[in-house]
């Protein structure tokens, strides 16, 4: 079974540019997260889809940042326009929707973003 | 506010030498506990998980976790540990309130770096 996939590996844009990351669930879970660590700090929620629908994106940054996930399969994450402070880390990582309580994530590879 | 707190943030060990990471959280209801691990190059892999039951769980590569539920606290051990696992280990919290359900917090992480 192939695990969490994402693209790009890596990111390089300058400040004002726009960014497309993609997710690519397990198959068959309708739990999306994305997270992101800035360089030094630890590992924060950004926001969590079940299928196709925004669970809670109480962890988005601001209005720059906004993700989809269209269908219920993949995900994208857009930050337009981007600025220094985004670069980072981003992870992606998917659950089944499971009993309550017991919701185990399985993270991506992670895409590093650096904003020049 | 609520968080994650990892009591180290580098340590340094010889192979063969006992492994503890302590990790406490602040959160004071019904939790769930991880412990993530990333190898060098390598996406984050769960090591072990805590939800209910026998507070001692073990995981994967001879690693085991004590939850104490009165000291708020998740600690990580290896009794004798490999230049394999070098890593950075994460602690990661599920607190399960209505508005949290899924969204993992984490500490800040701490680089091992086991010597030959």
């Known amino acids: 079974e192939a695990g969490v996939t994402q693209f790009p590996s890596h990111s390089v844009i300058e400040k004002g540019q726009t960014v497309t990351l993609r997710c690519d669930p397990i198959s068959g879970h309708d739990n999306l997260y994305w997270y992101r660590r800035v360089m030094g700090k630890e590992i924060k929620f950004l926001l969590h889809f079940v299928k196709e629908s925004k669970q809670d994106e109480s962890g988005m940054p601001n209005n720059r940042f906004l993700a989809e996930r269209t269908g219920g399969t993949y995900s994208t994450l857009k930050v337009q326009p981007a600025e220094l402070e985004d670069s980072g880390v981003y992870f992606c990582?998917?659950?089944?929707?499971?009993?309550?309580?017991?919701?185990?994530?399985?993270f991506g590879p992670g895409t590093r973003l650096t904003v020049l | 506010a609520q968080s994650v707190s990892q009591h180290n943030h580098h340590v340094i060990l010889s192979e063969a030498a006992s492994l503890e990471l302590g990790c406490n959280y602040s959160?004071?209801?019904?939790?769930?506990l991880f412990w993530y691990v990333q190898y060098p190059g390598q996406h984050l892999q769960l090591l072990l998980k805590?939800?209910?039951?026998?507070?001692l769980v073990k995981g994967i590569k001879g690693f085991e976790a004590e939850f104490i539920k009165s000291k708020f606290s998740f600690n990580l051990r290896k009794p004798s540990v490999q230049w394999s696992d070098t890593a950075e280990y994460f602690c990661a919290v599920n607190p399960m309130t209505t508005d949290s359900w899924g969204k993992l917090q984490f500490g800040a992480g701490t680089q091992v770096v086991v010597t030959p």
């Open positions: 990582a998917s659950s089944q929707v499971p009993p309550a309580g017991t919701d185990t994530q399985y």
């Open positions: 805590y939800f209910s039951g026998d507070p």
């Open positions: 959160y004071g209801g019904t939790v769930n």
